[in-house]
């Protein structure tokens, strides 16, 4: 979702680090938007938001880098990585 906006789009998290992650979507945000993405982690029965920005785009999908992330989500990704 799009900060400030009430719609939600549908993605496919691709290429995901503690830094961020593209996104394979068929509407990608513009440049610079404030995004919060709802995610299901490997490792985790809930779902987690993060909060990032969206640093570039192209048709198809777009790349987010994330903000502050807690610990927890820092450790799933970390370990997702691993793999």
């Given at each position: 979702?799009i900060?400030g906006?009430?719609?939600?789009f549908?993605?496919t998290?691709?290429?995901?680090?503690?830094?961020?992650m593209?996104?394979?979507?068929?509407?990608?945000?513009?440049?610079g938007?404030?995004?919060?993405?709802t995610?299901s982690?490997?490792?985790?029965?809930?779902k987690?938001?993060?909060?990032?920005r969206?640093?570039?785009?192209?048709p198809?999908g777009?790349g987010v880098?994330?903000?502050?992330?807690?610990?927890?989500?820092t450790?799933?990704?970390?370990?997702?990585?691993?793999t």
């Open positions: 979702m900060k906006k009430t719609e939600d549908a993605g998290a691709r290429d995901i680090s503690v830094g961020g593209f996104i394979e979507t068929a509407t990608p945000a513009p440049f938007s404030e995004v919060v993405l995610v982690l490997p490792g985790s029965a809930e987690s938001q993060l909060a990032g969206v640093r570039w785009g192209r198809g777009m880098q994330f903000g502050l992330l807690g610990a927890k989500e450790h799933l990704i970390t370990e997702l990585s691993r």
